[in-house]
C-alpha cells in the first residue's frame, strides 16, 4: 500500500506524532524512505564498509521505532535523529574490538573546506595534511572525534550541537575545544 500525498506532505515533526500516536508502521516507512539515506551515510562514515553500514542503519531505525516516543520535539526531528545516530554509532565503536575500531573511519572529503565562523579560530587545522589528519582523528577518543565532525565536517552550528549533545553552549564550545587541543597534540606528537 502506498501512502497517500497528503502523509507524504507532512513536517517531519507531524509525521513522527502521527506514528507514535497510532504506533503506525505504514507512516513510519514514509520517515525510513526519507531518513534512510542520511542515517545510512553517517553509519558508513564510523564502519567504512557498506554492509556494516547497512546493519548499523537497520539497528538505528529498529532502536528509533521503540524510542520514538521519547522525541519531544525540543529541536527538528532531523536534528534529533541525527544524533540518535551519532550515539548509536559511537557506541558501536566502543563496543568493538581495536581491531574493529581501526577499521572505522570518516569520509574527510570536508575536512580540507572547513568553515570559519566569528567565535572559532581554525587556522590550525588549515595546514594539517588530510592524511595525518584522518590518522590523527583515529587515535582520539569517539566522542572527541564525534564533536569536531560534527562542527567541521557535517558544519552544524554551536546551537545544533547543543541540540544534539542536549548540554549547553559553553559546554560545546569547550568541548569543541579540547578536542580541537588533544587533536592537534595527537597530530603533533604522533604524526610529525
Given at each position: 500500500?502506498?501512502?497517500?500525498?497528503?502523509?507524504?506532505?507532512?513536517?517531519?515533526?507531524?509525521?513522527?506524532?502521527?506514528?507514535?500516536?497510532?504506533?503506525?508502521?505504514?507512516?513510519?516507512?514514509?520517515?525510513?524512505?526519507?531518513?534512510?539515506?542520511?542515517?545510512?551515510?553517517?553509519?558508513?562514515?564510523?564502519?567504512?564498509?557498506?554492509?556494516?553500514?547497512?546493519?548499523?542503519?537497520?539497528?538505528?531505525?529498529?532502536?528509533?521505532?521503540?524510542?520514538?516516543?521519547?522525541?519531544?520535539?525540543?529541536?527538528?526531528?532531523?536534528?534529533?535523529l541525527y544524533a540518535f545516530t551519532y550515539?548509536?554509532?559511537?557506541?558501536?565503536?566502543?563496543?568493538?574490538?581495536?581491531?574493529?575500531?581501526?577499521?572505522?573511519?570518516?569520509?574527510?572529503?570536508?575536512?580540507?573546506?572547513?568553515?570559519?565562523?566569528?567565535?572559532?579560530?581554525?587556522?590550525?587545522?588549515?595546514?594539517?595534511?588530510?592524511?595525518?589528519?584522518?590518522?590523527?582523528?583515529?587515535?582520539?577518543?569517539?566522542?572527541?572525534?564525534?564533536?569536531?565532525?560534527?562542527?567541521?565536517?557535517?558544519?552544524?552550528?554551536?546551537?545544533?550541537?547543543?541540540?544534539?549533545?542536549?548540554?549547553?553552549?559553553?559546554?560545546?564550545?569547550?568541548?569543541?575545544?579540547?578536542?580541537?587541543?588533544?587533536?592537534?597534540?595527537?597530530?603533533?606528537?604522533?604524526?610529525?
Open positions: 500500500m502506498q501512502p497517500s500525498n497528503n502523509i507524504k506532505k507532512l513536517s517531519d515533526e507531524d509525521l513522527v506524532s502521527a506514528i507514535v500516536k497510532n504506533n503506525d508502521t505504514m507512516l513510519f516507512e514514509v520517515l525510513y524512505d526519507r531518513f534512510s539515506t542520511l542515517v545510512y551515510n553517517k553509519c558508513y562514515g564510523f564502519a567504512k564498509d557498506g554492509d556494516e553500514a547497512k546493519d548499523l542503519t537497520q539497528d538505528v531505525f529498529l532502536k528509533l521505532f521503540v524510542k520514538l516516543a521519547s522525541f519531544k520535539g525540543n529541536s527538528k526531528f532531523s536534528t534529533w550515539n548509536h554509532c559511537v557506541n558501536y565503536v566502543t563496543r568493538n574490538t581495536a581491531k574493529k575500531f581501526e577499521k572505522q573511519s570518516v569520509d574527510y572529503a570536508d575536512i580540507e573546506n572547513i568553515s570559519e565562523d566569528e567565535e572559532d579560530d581554525s587556522s590550525d587545522f588549515n595546514d594539517m595534511r588530510v592524511d595525518k589528519l584522518k590518522k590523527a582523528l583515529d587515535l582520539i577518543s569517539p566522542d572527541e572525534k564525534m564533536i569536531l565532525l560534527l562542527k567541521y565536517q557535517d558544519s552544524l552550528t554551536i546551537k545544533e550541537i547543543e541540540s544534539v549533545l542536549g548540554v549547553g553552549e559553553s559546554a560545546v564550545k569547550m568541548r569543541i575545544k579540547r578536542a580541537k587541543a588533544k587533536l592537534l597534540t595527537v597530530y603533533d606528537n604522533n604524526l610529525n
